[in-house]
Each structure stands twice: as C-alpha cells, then as structure tokens.
C-alpha cells in the first residue's frame, strides 16, 4: 500500500513539473511528444530547435538553417493603413518560419548529418493552418520596428507594447512578441491569455474600444446558421469574449488588409448581423429592392479615404466604425452610439473625422459628389441635399436645424416646430428591424410608404411616411392648406406633386415661392399659358398657384 | 556455433559496459593514433602527467599544452535574452578542453612531446562537428556566474540549489560558481555520448538548469 502511494507520487510529481514545459507541448517533436507530428526515433526535445554548439548563428543557439527571404510580406501594398516599413523575416521570426513556412524538413537540423525522420512520412510541415507558407501578406506583419515614431503615425497604437508582449533587440515585433514557442498553456502557444483580446490591445489602442459593443457585448450565438467564430481556433462564447477576434484573424486572414476574416467586407458584419448574434436581422434588410447596396461593391472602400469618397461606394464600414460603435441612444440631430467615431462632413462641407450630427455622416456621400440623384423632377433641381438643408434656405425639413416655419398645425405631438429631426426618421429600413438605412421595400430606402407615382388613392398607408408625423386627419381637416383634401383624396395627388421633402435652396428659391417645401413635380405639374410654373405665398395658410396641373390652369383667382 | 555467437555477445556486452565507464575506447582514448609516440603513458599522457605538471588554475597535473587564442564570447550580443556576464575570455576547466577543442594547438603539444602546430609533426584538430574553434558564439555560453541574482534576471532558470546529477546544480555542475564545459560533459566517461554526464534523452540535460 505504501509503495502504491509512492508510486502514485512520483508518477503524478512530474506530470505537474511539466504542466508548463515544452515537452507537454507539440512542439515536443521527440518521440516522447503529446501531438500526432513527431519523430520515429529521436529522443531528444531541444535538438529540433537548438543545439549547444555549432549552432546557426541566429541566436539562440539555434539548430536550423535560416529559411531566406523570399517571403510575400504584409506591407502598405496590402493595407493602406499599415504604417510600418515592412521588411523580410528576421530574428526569431526566421526560426519560427524555418518549419512553419513549410519549406524545410521539419528534422532538418544542424546537428545530426541525417534528417530526423518522423511518423507518416512527414518532412516538412504538413499544410494545415500553422502552416503559413511564404505568402505573409494575410498574416499579422512582423520583422518591423515598432516605436513611439510609429505609434504617433498609426495613431491607433500604444507608444509602446505592454506586458506580456516583447519587442526583440532591435525593437522589431516578431512571432515572440505574441507567441511562446515552449509553453502552451493559453492555445496557439500564446504569452498569454487573449480573453476580450487582452494580447491584442497591449500594442493597438483604438479610441472608443473599451466602451464598444464589441467590447462589451454578451450576445453568444444562437447556433443557428454558419458560425460566425469558424475562423477563431478555439472561440469564446461571447462577443465581448472574441472581442477583435470577432472580425479580425491574426493568421491566413481571407481579407488580408486589416486581417478581415473575410475577404467579402460586409460579411464580416453580417455573420453576426443577421439576428443570430446580434439581434437585428440586417442580412434581411440588404436583400431588399432599395438598399445601401453593400452587397454591389468589393475592395474599393478603404478605411484612409478622404471623408468625401472618390468612387461611388457603400460598406458598412462607411457609416459605421466598428472599433466605437455602441448602443447609446442619442436625440436629433445628435448622431447616436451605433454611428459613433464615423467621418463625415459638416453643414458648410468641410470634412470632418468624427461627426457630432448625424446628417454629417449621410453628406459623405449625398452632398458635392451627389452618388445618387433627386428621384423627382422638379422645378428648381438639386441633388446636393446638404444644400437642401440649409437652415437659410425659404423652407426645409429641421435636420441640420429648427425649421422656419412656426406654423405647421399637423405635427403630432411631441414634436413642434422647434423639434429637429434625424435623416433616419424618413430614411431607414422598413418593418421592426435595426434604426438605420440599411434596406427597405420602399425607394429611396424610405422607412414607410410614400407613393409618389401615379395618382394613388389616399390612405394611411399611402403617404404612412408623412403622417407618421403630420396628422392625417389634421392634412384632410385642411388645417394648414384649405385644398389639402381636395388634392389629395379629390384629385389623387400625391403629397411629393408640390413638396419637395428635403428643402429648397436659397439660392436656387426664394421665401415667395418656395416656402412650405413648394417645389412642384414638373412630371405632372406644368407652366400656364404665359409660362408661370410657381406657388405665390401670401401670409400663414394663405396663396395661391399660378401653374398647370393636368389640364387645369391654376390663377391668382383660385387663391386661399 | 551458438556458444561461440552467445559468448562473443557476452564479451562485446561485458566489453562495451566496462569501456563505458572509463575513458579506454572512448574518442578522448587517443592511445592508439599513430602520432602517439609517447613510450608509456600513452592514454592519459595527452592530457596529464604524473610529475612536473604545468601550472595551469584548475588543471590536474596538466600536460597539455594551453591556447593563447582570443576567444569570442557567446554574450548579449548573440542573443538579447541572454542576462548573464561571461568574461572577455573562457576560463576555468573550459579553458583545459579548448586547448585541443579550438583547434589552435595540436593535438601532441604535450610536456614530453611539445610539438607545435604547423611543426612538420604537430597534429591538427580534424574538421569535424566537435571542433569548437575560437568563436564560441554559436555554443553554449560558458564561464558565467550562475546564481540567483541571473536565476531572477532570466526567469526561465532553476535555482542553483535544484536537484542535479546526485547533488544539486551549485555542488555538481559549477565551478566557482560558473557554468564551464564541464557542467555539461565529463572527459572521462562517454557512457551518455557526447562525453555528457547524465542521458540528454527527453533533453534531460537541457531541461535540469532551463525551465522550458
């Protein structure tokens, strides 16, 4: 019984002493290792690596010959925020890469004159993903100095790596500043855990990170559809957990600038943006008719562009950063949490890093370089909606400011006429999905019906749009405009025949004409016979419309 | 024929164990060379004599001709993690191996035979993997004091008083307190290959002083 005790001892003694050695590790290639790639006959540990004389002279005391330079690096070719200057492997970076490039017999060492052979036939390593072959460019950059210099051109970097992770000698970032070859005890023989990314986050400081979603976020998947951690080795269970990890691979990245896990940019998103992660289902809103067509596009958004893009674009990177994105709930024209840290430009078009008002974010894209066109033709033309938002303009909805127009009885409570409104409160996707303009079953990504075609027959639903904040029964009351049910129900006139939602430039209108967003549909509304096409205003809820309208001329007489 | 084949195993299996143990048969037995001209004494004589030794520090009865090469050290220079100081040059026993090992003095430079290298017949180290040569910056560092204080610096070390070869890493592989070649290797047994003194089979040698 004793002698049993003591054996249990000394069998168990070890066992711990090795808990965090080598030997316990599969880079124990000796036939005594744990893993399934190891040598038929070679007892020692050390000897794959290193010998105790006549070594390589990489330091230390290294026991294999140094693979070369003729690896694909990740430099500023593939990522144009990339701010370090790449150069070969180098240091410890080559010892890693003699066998895990895949070029060199894994029993090719200095000090036996014959390879070690191994189990299976193996010789050199077998592709899998700790293979990373000689194309670096979809791997984490190394071989590169990293300093307060380069910290200060990154802007996103720490002035230097903390704790655990080790710059070499020559303050170069090398397989060891992340990995330790001889102890695995965190996966992928990391230096230490990389829970919520900690490893990540000792050198790259990304502003707002720690307050992000996806940061903080518990949501977990829900298992359902693909698995969004696939690429992840061995995936936490939450977002907060995965943290960059989320998005990002360290190695073989399919979308090799940035490490994006994949190569598709939205679908980094949208493999945990389509309910099964987070709760809105946006992979559904991007299959609808009208949509910011994230889907149409491929390697043109790139995160240095200018606030106001050259080519005509859409990711979900152009609206949202992804690194400061967060929940907080915000009051127009304030941009909420979910669009925070995002460029824009501002109302008098100077470009912007970081919007305070949401509209500044829309005017990327929808102001001096107009990517999309006013869907109506109209009297006075203008695809430049910062221009049409002008708070100088003769009328405007109240987005960049409060309206000028104190009169607007239809306006439900508890907005007024000094209440200022989000773009998104028009444009957003349609149904119970995410606050956004991400897709929707009506043009213009409008978040409800607003029939513009045609002569539609008036309902709630017909113009939803425009009564989800002007009192339907206000409008058909004739409270504002005494015609209003007259037009509308009488003559099937849609409200976009005489309104121009967006607003009338000051330039371009004058208060005379073109207050209360008067700007006339030319489709259907035309000039009369001594060639006036215009609204004449007279006071409040007072004027009258020198135009024609299928067929009927409008005079002074017809005044209200 | 079985007899024959059973006792010829015997012999070769007693033979080889007692050739195991001491220094006869090993490659350091260079009693049988041919430049081994020594009358008597000619299997320890490369190395000791009995009388009138040279005074060389930490040299028992040294008969061997010493180096007067300058060594280059394997220091911080070789490998950024490496904390300890050596000194400018080995010392020690190390110094005792390197006067064959670094291939500068010839292999009969000794007292009754001092013949130098490049004399018509002073003997050369041959090329092979166990000439260290003078650049011992891809070796294992030697002549470094191994102590607690380099025990904190490196942190991948054992203590000095940890379990080594029957007594602990302080009693049995320093020498004034350093690492030289003879913490690893013993001249006089090659029971383990190498000359080294315990079995390296799972880099036991290795892992008795690195935590790895």
Same mark, same amino acid.
């Given at each position: 019984?004793?002698?049993?005790?003591?054996?249990?001892?000394?069998?168990?003694?070890?066992?711990?002493?090795?808990?965090?050695?080598?030997?316990?590790?599969?880079?124990?290639?000796?036939?005594?290792?744990?893993?399934?790639?190891?040598?038929?006959?070679?007892?020692?540990?050390?000897?794959?690596?290193?010998?105790?004389?006549?070594?390589?002279?990489?330091?230390?005391?290294?026991?294999?010959?140094?693979?070369?330079?003729?690896?694909?690096?990740?430099?500023?070719?593939?990522?144009?925020?990339?701010?370090?200057?790449?150069?070969?492997?180098?240091?410890?970076?080559?010892?890693?890469?003699?066998?895990?490039?895949?070029?060199?017999?894994?029993?090719?060492?200095?000090?036996?004159?014959?390879?070690?052979?191994?189990?299976?036939?193996?010789?050199?390593?077998?592709?899998?993903?700790?293979?990373?072959?000689?194309?670096?460019?979809?791997?984490?950059?190394?071989?590169?100095?990293?300093?307060?210099?380069?910290?200060?051109?990154?802007?996103?970097?720490?002035?230097?790596?903390?704790?655990?992770?080790?710059?070499?000698?020559?303050?170069?970032?090398?397989?060891?500043?992340?990995?330790?070859?001889?102890?695995?005890?965190?996966?992928?023989?990391?230096?230490?855990?990389?829970?919520?990314?900690?490893?990540?986050?000792?050198?790259?400081?990304?502003?707002?990170?720690?307050?992000?979603?996806?940061?903080?976020?518990?949501?977990?998947?829900?298992?359902?559809?693909?698995?969004?951690?696939?690429?992840?080795?061995?995936?936490?269970?939450?977002?907060?957990?995965?943290?960059?990890?989320?998005?990002?691979?360290?190695?073989?990245?399919?979308?090799?600038?940035?490490?994006?896990?994949?190569?598709?940019?939205?679908?980094?998103?949208?493999?945990?943006?389509?309910?099964?992660?987070?709760?809105?289902?946006?992979?559904?809103?991007?299959?609808?008719?009208?949509?910011?067509?994230?889907?149409?596009?491929?390697?043109?958004?790139?995160?240095?562009?200018?606030?106001?893009?050259?080519?005509?674009?859409?990711?979900?990177?152009?609206?949202?950063?992804?690194?400061?994105?967060?929940?907080?709930?915000?009051?127009?024209?304030?941009?909420?949490?979910?669009?925070?840290?995002?460029?824009?430009?501002?109302?008098?078009?100077?470009?912007?890093?970081?919007?305070?008002?949401?509209?500044?974010?829309?005017?990327?894209?929808?102001?001096?370089?107009?990517?999309?066109?006013?869907?109506?033709?109209?009297?006075?033309?203008?695809?430049?909606?910062?221009?049409?938002?002008?708070?100088?303009?003769?009328?405007?909805?109240?987005?960049?400011?409060?309206?000028?127009?104190?009169?607007?009885?239809?306006?439900?409570?508890?907005?007024?006429?000094?209440?200022?409104?989000?773009?998104?409160?028009?444009?957003?996707?349609?149904?119970?999905?995410?606050?956004?303009?991400?897709?929707?079953?009506?043009?213009?990504?409008?978040?409800?019906?607003?029939?513009?075609?045609?002569?539609?027959?008036?309902?709630?639903?017909?113009?939803?749009?425009?009564?989800?904040?002007?009192?339907?029964?206000?409008?058909?009351?004739?409270?504002?405009?005494?015609?209003?049910?007259?037009?509308?129900?009488?003559?099937?006139?849609?409200?976009?025949?005489?309104?121009?939602?967006?607003?009338?430039?000051?330039?371009?209108?004058?208060?005379?004409?073109?207050?209360?967003?008067?700007?006339?549909?030319?489709?259907?509304?035309?000039?009369?016979?001594?060639?006036?096409?215009?609204?004449?205003?007279?006071?409040?809820?007072?004027?009258?419309?020198?135009?024609?309208?299928?067929?009927?001329?409008?005079?002074?007489?017809?005044?209200? | 024929?079985?007899?024959?084949?059973?006792?010829?195993?015997?012999?070769?299996?007693?033979?080889?164990?007692?050739?195991?143990?001491?220094?006869?048969?090993?490659?350091?037995?260079?009693?049988?060379?041919?430049?081994?001209?020594?009358?008597?004494?000619?299997?320890?004589?490369?190395?000791?004599? /009995?009388?009138?030794?040279?005074? *060389?520090?930490? #040299?028992?009865?040294?008969? @061997?001709?010493? $180096?007067? =090469?300058?060594?280059?050290?394997?220091?911080?220079?070789?490998?950024?993690?490496?904390?300890?100081?050596?000194?400018?040059?080995?010392?020690?026993?190390?110094?005792?191996?390197?006067?064959?090992?670094?291939?500068?003095?010839?292999?009969?430079?000794?007292?009754?035979?001092?013949?130098?290298?490049?004399?018509?017949?002073?003997?050369?180290? /041959?090329?092979?993997?166990?000439? *260290?040569?003078? #650049?011992?910056?891809?070796? @294992?560092?030697? $002549?470094? =004091?191994?102590?607690?204080?380099?025990?904190?610096?490196?942190?991948?070390?054992?203590?000095?008083?940890?379990?080594?070869?029957?007594?602990?890493?302080?009693?049995?592989?320093?020498?004034?307190?350093?690492?030289?070649?003879?913490?690893?290797?013993?001249?006089?047994?090659?029971?383990?290959?190498?000359?080294?003194?315990?079995?390296?089979?799972?880099?036991?040698?290795?892992?008795?002083?690195?935590?790895?």
């Amino acid at each position: 019984m004793k002698t049993y005790l003591w054996l249990v001892i000394i069998l168990f003694v070890p066992v711990m002493a090795n808990s965090q050695s080598v030997a316990n590790t599969v880079h124990n290639l000796s036939v005594s290792g744990p893993g399934t790639i190891k040598a038929t006959n070679e007892n020692e540990i050390c000897i794959f690596c290193h010998t105790s004389h006549n070594s390589n002279p990489q330091s230390p005391l290294w026991n294999r010959s140094d693979p070369g330079s003729y690896y694909t690096l990740y430099d500023n070719a593939v990522s144009s925020s990339f701010q370090a200057t790449a150069g070969q492997p180098d240091g410890s970076s080559a010892m890693c890469l003699s066998c895990h490039d895949g070029t060199i017999a894994l029993g090719k060492v200095l000090s036996r004159p014959e390879e070690i052979s191994f189990g299976g036939g193996i010789t050199t390593m077998p592709i899998n993903k700790h293979n990373l072959k000689t194309d670096l460019s979809d791997d984490h950059p190394i071989s590169f100095i990293y300093d307060p210099a380069l910290a200060g051109k990154d802007g996103q970097l720490r002035a230097m790596p903390a704790f655990p992770t080790k710059l070499d000698r020559n303050s170069k970032v090398q397989c060891t500043s992340c990995h330790n070859p001889h102890k695995n005890n965190f996966t992928n023989f990391l230096a230490s855990s990389n829970q919520s990314s900690a490893l990540c986050i000792t050198c790259h400081d990304r502003t707002n990170w720690q307050t992000s979603s996806h940061q903080t976020s518990t949501a977990t998947w829900n298992g359902t559809g693909k698995n969004p951690w696939l690429h992840i080795d061995e995936p936490y269970a939450n977002v907060s957990q995965n943290a960059c990890e989320n998005c990002h691979s360290t190695h073989n990245a399919k979308g090799k600038a940035r490490l994006m896990k994949s190569q598709q940019e939205e679908n980094n998103c949208l493999d945990c943006h389509n309910g099964n992660v987070a709760n809105t289902n946006l992979e559904a809103d991007f299959v609808k008719t009208y949509t910011h067509g994230v889907y149409n596009y491929n390697g043109l958004h790139d995160p240095n562009e200018a606030a106001i893009p050259s080519a005509k674009h859409v990711e979900c990177a152009d609206c949202h950063n992804s690194h400061s994105a967060n929940a907080t709930n915000a009051s127009a024209p304030y941009a909420n949490g979910f669009i925070s840290g995002v460029k824009g430009v501002d109302q008098n078009g100077i470009a912007i890093n970081k919007i305070q008002y949401e509209y500044e974010l829309c005017y990327r894209c929808h102001s001096v370089n107009a990517f999309t066109t006013s869907s109506t033709a109209r009297k006075i033309e203008q695809n430049n909606v910062r221009i049409e938002f002008n708070t100088s303009n003769p009328s405007f909805h109240p987005i960049a400011g409060v309206g000028n127009n104190n009169n607007v009885p239809s306006l439900i409570s508890p907005l007024t006429t000094s209440s200022m409104i989000y773009c998104t409160d028009c444009h957003a996707s349609n149904g119970t999905s995410a606050s956004g303009p991400h897709g929707s079953i009506y043009p213009q990504i409008l978040k409800y019906k607003y029939e513009t075609i045609g002569s539609p027959i008036e309902s709630y639903s017909s113009y939803e749009l425009c009564y989800s904040c002007h009192n339907r029964n206000s409008i058909l009351n004739n409270d504002s405009f005494k015609e209003h049910n007259k037009h509308i129900r009488g003559q099937n006139t849609s409200c976009n025949v005489c309104h121009d939602p967006h607003g009338i430039s000051n330039s371009q209108g004058n208060n005379i004409n073109n207050s209360n967003l008067i700007n006339f549909d030319t489709k259907i509304v035309s000039s009369d016979a001594t060639g006036n096409l215009k609204f004449v205003d007279t006071g409040n809820n007072n004027g009258y419309c020198l135009i024609k309208c299928h067929g009927k001329t409008h005079t002074q007489n017809m005044s209200y | 024929m079985k007899k024959i084949s059973f006792i010829t195993l015997m012999l070769l299996a007693v033979t080889s164990m007692s050739f195991a143990q001491t220094i006869t048969g090993t490659p350091h037995d260079m009693s049988a060379q041919a430049w081994n001209t020594m009358a008597s004494n000619k299997l320890c004589g490369v190395c000791h004599t /009995p009388h009138n030794a040279m005074a *060389v520090s930490q #040299a028992p009865l040294w008969s @061997h001709t010493t $180096s007067s =090469t300058v060594y280059t050290m394997y220091t911080s220079a070789q490998s950024s993690t490496f904390n300890a100081t050596p000194g400018a040059a080995p010392g020690g026993n190390s110094l005792l191996c390197l006067s064959c090992h670094d291939g500068t003095v010839a292999l009969n430079n000794h007292i009754g035979n001092t013949l130098p290298l490049g004399s018509t017949l002073g003997v050369a180290y /041959p090329t092979t993997t166990t000439l *260290v040569g003078a #650049a011992l910056t891809n070796d @294992h560092p030697i $002549s470094f =004091t191994y102590d607690a204080a380099l025990v904190t610096a490196d942190g991948a070390l054992r203590p000095i008083t940890t379990a080594a070869l029957g007594g602990t890493i302080a009693t049995k592989m320093l020498f004034g307190g350093k690492m030289e070649c003879a913490s690893c290797h013993n001249p006089h047994n090659n029971q383990y290959t190498s000359f080294q003194r315990m079995t390296n089979n799972a880099s036991q040698l290795c892992l008795t002083c690195h935590i790895k």
